[in-house]
């Protein structure tokens, strides 16, 4: 071998070997998420196209079930397998964020130039905190109001209810079982549809997921399981899931329902009436206001071998915030999104009411066991509504229950 073909040969390996050692720079990215199971999501979607920009990070996306993605995240903590990125139900984040499961971020998230920790609406941001940090974003959030029938409300002279009271005297008014009107509607399955629409009354009655045997919240339960025996509710509240429910609302056989925000493009097509939506009532006019907070977190796992490229996809994620609603019908975390308005009247005053409504909605917890606590929850007002026990007695096991959990 001649002299100058070794000095090719060997400039040629050293090329190979810095061809390889750039691609092993390159970086793959896991996220998991229920997104893209039935219909195109955020998480999915933002996915592909940050992979697609040619920048080093590719993004591995995986859809989960939503039944099946907390214990398929845990089993793969455990074994060392578990992904880089996770987007979880909001009540369930403290079950990671207090085992150390997800990545403290409070001071990549203060340096960052894209995440505004100030930015974000109270309640989604107090679900992703533990001990005082931050374990991730709020991905996009919901929350309940009060959905009325204009129609039948005008006719009876009726203005939308503000307090309970109201919203009984109500739907006794607008009730009629010749025609096949109840007087409203809701959720009070037992699952977590069941807490999400039951724990804001606790909590405007002064309780809390640690105190739920308020005077309020016994007085409620008395209210809707007498308009369920009278016949002003049905009895399928007691196991219809909150988009059934609105779809009585929807089909004009209920005057009321409680309900949230992915019904408004729903209810623009099939209600075949002038509705509106009011805030969700209180115990007294003034008195203290709640509701529910629903919508996904995104977290980092604390086991990423990648935490500066994992953080640049969440990043990503938040930079397409104003995209979340107009693509896929969510409302941002944030209050400095503005939503676009869609020149329909009712669902651009629709919205309006529910980013007001944002502003009083509480997570669910945060606690580790909270699947435990909300079952305590959704179990008491079952127990209730059937006529099972009184109500003081149904919150009384209930509050035992939790207090052993919590204790």
Not at 58 to 66: A, I, N, Q, S
Not at 115 to 130: C, H, K, R, T
Not at 323 to 343: A, I, K, N, Q
Request: without cysteine.
């Amino acid at each position: 071998m001649t002299r100058n073909l070794r000095i090719l040969l060997g400039a040629a390996s050293a090329i190979a070997i810095a061809g390889a050692a750039a691609a092993q720079e390159d970086v793959t990215i896991t996220v998991w998420s229920i997104d893209g199971d039935d219909r195109p999501g955020p998480s999915d979607t933002f996915s592909a196209e940050f992979s697609e920009m040619d920048n080093g990070i590719t993004v591995d996306y995986r859809v989960v079930p939503f039944d099946e993605i907390v214990n398929e995240t845990l089993r793969a903590y455990a074994t060392g397998n578990a992904p880089d990125i996770v987007s979880l139900d909001n009540p369930d984040f403290a079950l990671f964020s207090s085992r150390g499961a997800f990545l403290d971020i409070t001071d990549m998230v203060a340096e960052s130039d894209v995440i505004d920790q100030d930015a974000y609406f109270e309640g989604p941001l107090n679900s992703v905190m533990w001990d005082g940090r931050l374990y991730g974003v709020g991905k996009y959030t919901d929350t309940i109001g009060l959905f009325y029938n204009a129609d039948m409300l005008e006719e009876a002279g009726i203005e939308p209810p503000q307090t309970w009271a109201e919203f009984e005297e109500a739907a006794r008014a607008l009730a009629d079982p010749e025609a096949g009107v109840y007087g409203a509607t809701l959720s009070a399955r037992g699952n977590e549809e069941g807490t999400f629409q039951f724990l804001p009354v606790i909590q405007m009655s002064g309780g809390s997921y640690e105190n739920v045997n308020t005077e309020g919240a016994r007085e409620w339960l008395t209210m809707v399981k007498g308009m369920i025996d009278d016949g002003i509710m049905s009895q399928d509240v007691l196991s219809l899931g909150q988009w059934d429910s609105t779809g009585t609302f929807n089909n004009g056989n209920a005057a009321m329902a409680i309900s949230g925000p992915w019904e408004i493009d729903r209810m623009v097509e099939d209600a075949e009436f002038d509705w509106g939506v009011t805030l969700l009532p209180t115990f007294e006019e003034g008195a203290e206001r709640s509701s529910a907070l629903g919508g996904f977190n995104l977290g980092i796992m604390s086991t990423t071998e990648h935490p500066e490229e994992a953080f640049e996809v969440l990043e990503y994620f938040v930079s397409q915030d104003d995209r979340l609603f107009p693509e896929f019908g969510y409302l941002p975390t944030r209050g400095d999104v503005e939503l676009p308005e869609s020149g329909v009247p009712l669902k651009d005053a629709a919205l309006t009411l529910f980013q007001e409504q944002l502003q009083y909605a509480q997570p669910r917890g945060p606690h580790p066991d909270w699947q435990q606590i909300s079952k305590a929850i959704y179990d008491a007002e079952q127990a209730a509504l059937t006529g099972q026990m009184t109500p003081d007695e149904a919150l009384s096991q209930a509050q035992s229950t939790i207090d052993g959990i919590l204790n």
